[in-house]
């Protein structure tokens, strides 16, 4: 890919990822360096490129296999509230999909983790990172459910699709002083912030929202 598909022209231009972060920062979102970060990665390279005049619509977007990519709110408000006080560290994201998130995330930390069952999605997700020249994301194929244990503990886990209930070996995984951030449920859902304490993991409930739901096994 070019360097100007990789810059984008006319609904794919600067200006127009440019209204992105506005329209982020009108919606509440603080956290300059999170904005900074959306604003580095070009998400119409990550979404399919029928829909790419629409990557910077506050939207989410199909994928294919039944997944989605995020809408750019909900990436900012889940990574701004895992670094509220604090810097990332170590990180793993549960559900990588086409990569866009885990490109956000590093360039907020050195160290990120991203796992995907689904063959096919991760394939993009890799092919997409060498479009933008992002090296730095260590792409698993794996049950996300599962974590990766062979790479924890983890300071912040953030996970892309919603769980029945949470799924113990992340909580495992957690590092002390560790955040995790997941959607949870099975109809309605919403955020839990999960911290990790000495004697006990503290749970706080947050936004409602809308994700794909959490599968186990591969694909």
């Given at each position: 890919m070019n360097q100007r598909a990789v810059s984008g022209i006319g609904m794919t231009s600067q200006r127009t990822r440019t209204r992105m972060i506005d329209r982020l920062r009108?919606?509440?979102?603080?956290?300059?360096?999170?904005l900074a970060a959306i604003a580095a990665v070009p998400r119409h390279v990550f979404v399919e490129e029928a829909?790419?005049?629409r990557a910077y619509e506050d939207t989410a977007l199909p994928l294919g296999f039944s997944q989605t990519i995020s809408q750019p709110f909900i990436v900012?408000?889940?990574i701004e509230v895992l670094r509220e006080g604090r810097e990332l560290g170590k990180t793993l994201e549960v559900g990588a999909g086409c990569g866009y998130q885990a490109a956000v995330l590093a360039q907020l930390t050195d160290e990120v983790?991203?796992?995907?069952?689904?063959?096919?999605l991760l394939a993009k997700a890799k092919a997409n990172m060498r479009k933008i020249q992002q090296f730095k994301v260590r792409l698993k194929y794996a049950d996300g459910q599962l974590g990766l244990p062979e790479a924890a503990?983890?300071?912040?886990?953030?996970?892309?699709?919603?769980?029945?209930?949470i799924p113990q070996a992340l909580l495992q995984q957690l590092a002390l002083g560790g955040r995790m951030l997941l959607p949870l449920g099975a109809g309605d859902q919403y955020l839990v912030?999960?911290?990790?304490?000495?004697?006990?993991?503290?749970e706080t409930r947050l936004d409602g929202v809308r994700f794909v739901p959490l599968l186990s096994g591969l694909e």
């Open positions: 009108e919606q509440g979102i603080r956290d300059e360096r999170v829909l790419a005049s900012a408000r889940m983790y991203a796992v995907e069952r689904i063959e096919p503990p983890f300071d912040t886990i953030i996970v892309a699709a919603a769980a029945a209930a912030l999960i911290e990790r304490r000495a004697d006990a993991y503290v």
